[in-house]
């Protein structure tokens, strides 16, 4: 997503689809899984940069593929408990290479999209709403976040979530994990106006609970048989307890 900020060192089935109000074509929604009156639990996956309608259900490297995998590992973990994971394309994803990515302004105007999103959620179900937030996704979700009605938010690859001394969302679940090659951990950690993503949730000042994620890289998160991708399942099914947190996790 960021790869070129790194480079120069500069700061089981679909449900529904969800169509938003006056979407470009890049824009696409989609809930897989459990149908939202009845599901016990809702996960919302939220991608980064480079994310297109044409590749979205292609591979677990992408939104929809990785609402399947997330489906997939829930039906191993908990057979009984009833799932519906929404694929969130529902902002302008920047291309990795250019100017966009670097800056928040595609996140700015994503986390307003978001929080309309989630409000009509929320009316429509009563199950508990978690967020699932990768790469330049995860600064999206952050400025989201705030007064949403969700239980949980899992920052992944994040290269950052606010200005410095930003602190996780009131009465919500902050999760934070990056695999051990995931490039991202190269990026400085600053935000400077529109540059660059500020906080590293993954330091221990932020308060995030930091969760093993084994040793993929940058777009491996929903890999299946990877502990990112059994530790995000079990958040978005609610088993806390059950999530197994990096060495110096909290």
Known sequence: MLRNLAIVGSVA??????????????????????????ADRVAIIVPGADTRVATFDSSTRHPGGAARALLGEAARLAPRQRLAVMAWLGYGSPPTLSLAALTDTAAVAGSRELRRTITDLHRRTPAPISLLCHSYGSYTCALAAPGLPITDLAFIGSPGVGA???????????????????????????????????????????????????PGGHSDYYTPGTPSLRNLTLIALGRHQEVTLDQDGS
Do not use: C
């Open 13 to 38: 089935m679909i449900g529904a689809l969800l169509m938003l109000p006056s979407q470009p074509g890049e824009r696409l929604v989609r809930i897989y899984g459990s149908d939202l009156a009845t």
């Open 164 to 214: 410095a001394g930003v602190t996780p969302p009131a009465r919500v679940r902050v999760w934070a994990g990056l695999g051990d090659n995931d490039w991202i951990k190269l990026v400085p950690k600053v935000k400077l106006g529109v540059l660059g993503f500020g906080t590293d949730p993954m330091r221990a000042p932020y308060g995030a609970h930091r969760f093993e994620t084994g």
